[in-house]
């Protein structure tokens, strides 16, 4: 029995600090010219509170060793990302920034103005149980299969978005409650001589993607952030644009805030696809290591010749999609640029704001090869040569990600 606890917590600060926001100054040759924190760094924190448990045991009958066990892992997570939270100036001349006029103005929080209460508290757990067979047929032949099932579980749930409801004709609460995958595993390793062993095996695995993926539909459900900017804003363009204080929000931008309506249609979505299935992938592999003996040329003995090929096919991954967009087809060719790529607009020109759904996608594969030449002499001198060479056809290489709307 194992039983493990993990605290960690992960902040985004910037190098100078956090004590006024971004400013962006554009410049006469087209650059920019960008100054305090960046935005998304403005309120930017994950902490996960992680507790493993693990049991298993071993059942040795004849040529069998029979392994199994449970598993299990829960993550308690505390996420907020919101930008802007410091607020974000932009400057359309170095001279309008030394005389403090802004061109615009953006700033978000939750309607409280309080940071913490724009973030999302939630818990996720996993439960896997597996049995595996290592199982010697002979002297030089062993071959192990097993199978293992993993479920996913959680009692928390983004709050439901009616408009988002409205707008995609499903809700935004999923919460991966109840997923399971069956990952079958079999694999040998056969010594067919003294000098030559020959291994391989195939198997389908899941695994490896960050939490940030799935906080992002409870932080980012419509209840939590509000944002405001001062396009249009006649106020803001006779105040506080006019005498910029980075170092400040403005309270006009702040009762703005304190009276809008969370999770109304201009509130940013992230959801998770209800039909949403666990990433996997089919891995199979083949590989080889030999002894040589070079004596005859004068090389000595013990060169060890390792060579190894693995395939991996991607059956199902991880896919984002923006449902508020459309194909705009008043330009490029029918919406498609020179390359072929989508053009696209809003759905609901009247909607500035996005529904990003995590979806999956399918297809990938990726091929690779290695291959060793080692040798340690008797001096004490050691060689060793590696060539390794990969081929990788891949929809989305995804490790972590900043959903900003644009």
Known sequence: MKVSYKDSVNGQVSLGGLDFGEVKIDTADGGKIMLGSDDSRHANELTNQTLQIRLSGEYLYEDHAISFGWEYE?????????????????????????????DWFEYQNNKSLNRDDAAASFALENNSFYIEDSWDLNDELNITYGIRYELSGSDDAPIENQGYRDRNGFDNTENLDGLGIILPR???????????????GFGRFSGGRPNVFISNSFSNDGSRISAYKSFGDQIAADTFLQNADPSGIPQHAQDFIANTELG???????AIDPDF???TTWQYSLAADYTADFSDIGLGDNWFIGGEVLYKDIE???????TSRTLDTSKGIGGYTVEGRPIYTFSNPSRDARDVL????????????????AKTFESGVAFNFSYANSTINDRISAT???LIHI
């Open 358 to 373: 995590l979806t999956n996608s399918t297809g990938g594969h990726s091929l690779i090869s290695t291959f060793t030449l």
């Open 316 to 322: 199902t991954d991880l896919l984002w999609s923006d």
């Open 74 to 102: 829960e993550v308690e997570a505390y996420n907020i990302f919101m930008q802007h939270y410091l607020g974000s100036w932009y400057f359309d001349s170095i001279d309008d920034f030394e005389a403090g006029k802004a």
């Open 277 to 279: 299935d666990i990433p």
């Open 400 to 402: 972590g990600l900043s």
């Open 264 to 270: 109304g249609p201009d509130s940013n979505i992230d």
């Open 186 to 200: 079999f694999g040998f390793t056969w010594d067919a001589s003294d000098e030559l062993v020959v291994r391989g």
